[in-house]
């Protein structure tokens, strides 16, 4: 960080003693504490790096760094340190295969999204309207967090594999099993349930910052409780749906460990590719070079959903 | 026939009963105000009749249908929210429009109704701005146009125009009396404001404590309240206590500390016996008051009326009039408001009233008397 150009280290001593001077009866901890806010207070510029400068050295040093230098390996042969090459990028982008691994990894996104996207809103939707213990079920909706993602994806597989509690339970009332485990379906079923609550808490906010009189406003002009849900609530929260949606589409698209316990080598998804080029194929560079035509597309994605929602529901989304 | 016809209305939550037996009716093209106190249960009352709330029991008719039971979106019945819920997400001409586009009317006519109302409201070419881009005058409005363009058959306001300035108040009020002989509508309107309630309605209906205290229009409950409680909400009043001496056919004889002051029969509503707790009321501005010589009462002690000497502890100009805050060596602290005399803090004056100006009410057990007589 830039700090102490000399004359404000001297500048500081001197208030230090004005203020000491002016409040005799102080103690050290309080004079000292003041001190720093005087400090500050007269360097308005080193006071808003002191505040912003930390997060976004976290982020340069974190996010913007790592980024770069993927986007520098993704151009270079499999030898790091050696030739360019726009190589990798042409031989994924030509890969049938893989072009067919991101398609079905869209469209589980796109389903993931959707339910979790239906189901999250309809618990937020409950926990708002219809409970007055909002903060007991608000804690149980995100009580699973407490627990290791790897150790709930066990317990899941637990869950589906065949003859499992899931297989005994229906066993028990006399339906069939199910085997679920290395399905779609249960790729499925763990991604909603690990996403759900991740949703829940940006619908739930937005829903809480809807005034209940506009309900009632819509209702007495003549709305019934669809057209209501339609053009008022869905509307007024749409900033906290697209909030949930972008929280659960992106973990989606690009994660490797769910679609690996629950689906198994039927289920293959892009995240579980690029991890194996860096984990196991030793292949940094096209791992890498995967990892941003990814990055790209699902922004590009985000980009058009959010504008979509935006046109689609007029201001809404400047609202709240 | 009533327009509206609400008979033994009652809602309770929980063990408290919010509204009790509540009953009155509005005729096509009324101006009627539900006056009370916060806590009183007029919302509650206005809320059944939009179909927000369930009655406990009760019936409300509206042109001869039952419509307890109905959901408020198939009510022909328009509210003005207090908060005035206006759609953020919408402009304010769909907001206007919303009602139409529910039910229905084509776009050509919405968008020409909607321009019609927004004249009506003078907010001509504001329909493309957002609401959060208006006044409150102008939202309030927005909200009043968004319930007349559907025609409906009743209006409801749930204190609307409690959040404006005085000034912009009263604008409102008789923008609310124009538009509404305008549109010829019946409106239903919920305050705990006398001043709004007296200003625009023809009849009121005097809420307490989920009781009607008395329905009537604006002069009757002036001139003739009820209850104390009436009297005291609807204007100033000053009480004196008193007991009563005794009952005959044309008076009431009242013993009011040292003296026997003999009252009208009609300044009771109700029944009185000998021995009775009462207390005597007297609106303020029916107080005479002149400059006392001496310790001497300067008023005659005549039977009918009411007279004591005091000394002006407070004063406050209301342009033509003066309202004097004055210890009485009788009654305690009584105001007196006064045209023409000239007081100063401290001036030991005379007072009197007539006996055939006050109303009487049996006291409660145990409610302590007024001593700054409500003012």
Not at chain 2, 19 to 29: A, T
Not at chain 2, 108 to 122: C, K, P, S, Y
Not at chain 2, 351 to 356: L, M, N, R, T, V
Request: aromatic share 8%; net charge negative; proline share 4%.
């Amino acid at each position: 960080m830039a700090r102490s150009p000399r004359s404000d280290d001297e500048r500081s001593a001197e208030s230090g003693k004005r203020l000491a001077a002016d409040g005799g009866s102080v103690s050290d901890a309080d004079g000292r504490l003041s001190d720093l806010t005087s400090f500050f207070r007269e360097r308005p510029r080193l006071r808003t790096l002191a505040i912003a400068g930390p997060p976004y050295g976290l982020l340069v040093f974190f996010f913007a760094i790592p980024l770069l230098a993927m986007l520098v390996v993704s151009f270079q042969t499999d030898q790091i340190g050696g030739a360019w090459t726009l190589g990798n990028y042409v031989d994924f982008l030509t890969s049938e295969t893989y072009l067919t691994v991101v398609w079905r990894t869209f469209l589980l996104s796109v389903q993931v999204t959707a339910i979790v996207a239906g189901v999250g809103y309809a618990l937020a939707y409950s926990i708002v309207r219809f409970s007055r213990r909002t903060t007991l079920l608000l804690l149980l909706v995100i009580l699973p967090f407490w627990t290791s993602y790897i150790i709930r994806m066990y317990a899941w597989i637990n869950i589906l594999q065949s003859d499992g509690v899931l297989d005994s339970i229906l066993n028990l009332v006399g339906l069939p099993a199910l085997s679920l485990l290395y399905t779609e379906t249960a790729v499925l079923i763990g991604f909603t349930y690990v996403w759900l609550p991740l949703a829940v808490l940006p619908f739930y906010a937005s829903l809480t910052n809807l005034d209940a009189d506009l309900i009632e406003a819509s209702k007495d002009l003549g709305a019934g409780p669809i057209r209501t849900f339609l053009s008022v609530t869905l509307p007024m929260t749409i900033n906290g749906v697209v909030t949930g949606v972008v929280l659960v589409f992106i973990p989606t698209f690009g994660s490797f460990i769910t679609p690996r316990l629950l689906g198994g080598t039927n289920n293959v998804m892009i995240g579980m590719v690029i991890e194996n080029q860096f984990k196991s194929a030793f292949n940094w560079p096209f791992g890498a070079a995967i990892g941003m035509v990814i990055s790209v597309v699902v922004v590009a994605l985000l980009v058009l959903a959010t504008r979509l929602g935006g046109g689609l529901f007029g201001t809404g989304g400047e609202t709240s | 026939m009533s327009l509206l016809r609400v008979s033994g209305l009652t809602k309770e939550f929980g063990d408290l009963t919010a509204v009790d037996d509540v009953s009155f009716d509005i005729e096509d093209g009324e101006f009627v105000s539900i006056l009370g106190p916060s806590g009183s249960g007029k919302s509650t009352v206005l809320r059944m009749v939009a179909g927000f709330e369930e009655p406990t029991e009760g019936e409300i008719s509206l042109d001869d249908v039952e419509i307890v039971g109905s959901p408020p979106f198939e009510r022909d019945v328009n509210m003005v929210f207090q908060d005035l819920a206006l759609f953020p997400h919408l402009t304010v001409a769909e907001n206007i429009g919303y009602g139409l586009k529910q039910s229905g009317v084509p776009a050509d006519e919405r968008r020409e109704r909607t321009e019609r109302m927004l004249e009506m409201v003078r907010l001509e070419g504001y329909g493309d701005r957002a609401p959060a881009e208006l006044s409150g005058g102008e939202q309030q409005r927005v909200a009043l146009a968004r319930a007349l363009v559907n025609e409906p058959a009743l209006v409801l306001f749930d204190e609307p125009l409690s959040s404006l300035d005085r000034k912009l108040r009263q604008h409102m009020q008789s923008e609310l009396q124009r538009i509404q002989l305008e549109t010829d509508t019946t409106f239903l309107y919920v305050t705990h404001d006398q001043e709004v309630a007296l200003a625009v309605s023809d009849r009121l209906v005097v809420l307490d404590d989920g009781e009607i205290q008395q329905v009537g229009t604006v002069e009757e409950l002036y001139e003739a309240p009820a209850s104390r409680f009436v009297a005291d909400f609807i204007g100033d009043v000053n009480a004196v206590e008193g007991r009563v001496t005794a009952v005959d056919d044309g008076t009431i004889g009242l013993d009011v500390g040292d003296g026997e002051v003999s009252v009208p029969r009609d300044a009771a509503v109700e029944e009185l016996a000998v021995d009775d707790a009462v207390d005597v009321c007297i609106r303020p501005f029916l107080m005479r008051a002149e400059p006392a010589e001496s310790d001497r009462d300067a008023v005659d002690d005549a039977n009918e009326t009411f007279s004591t000497t005091g000394v002006v502890r407070s004063r406050s100009y209301q342009g033509s009039d003066s309202l004097y805050g004055i210890e009485t060596d009788r009654w305690g602290r009584l105001s007196a408001e006064v045209r023409s005399a000239s007081f100063d803090v401290d001036d030991r004056v005379a007072i009197a009233w007539d006996a055939a100006d006050v109303h009487v009410y049996r006291r409660e057990g145990g409610a302590p008397p007024s001593e700054d007589g409500g003012a």
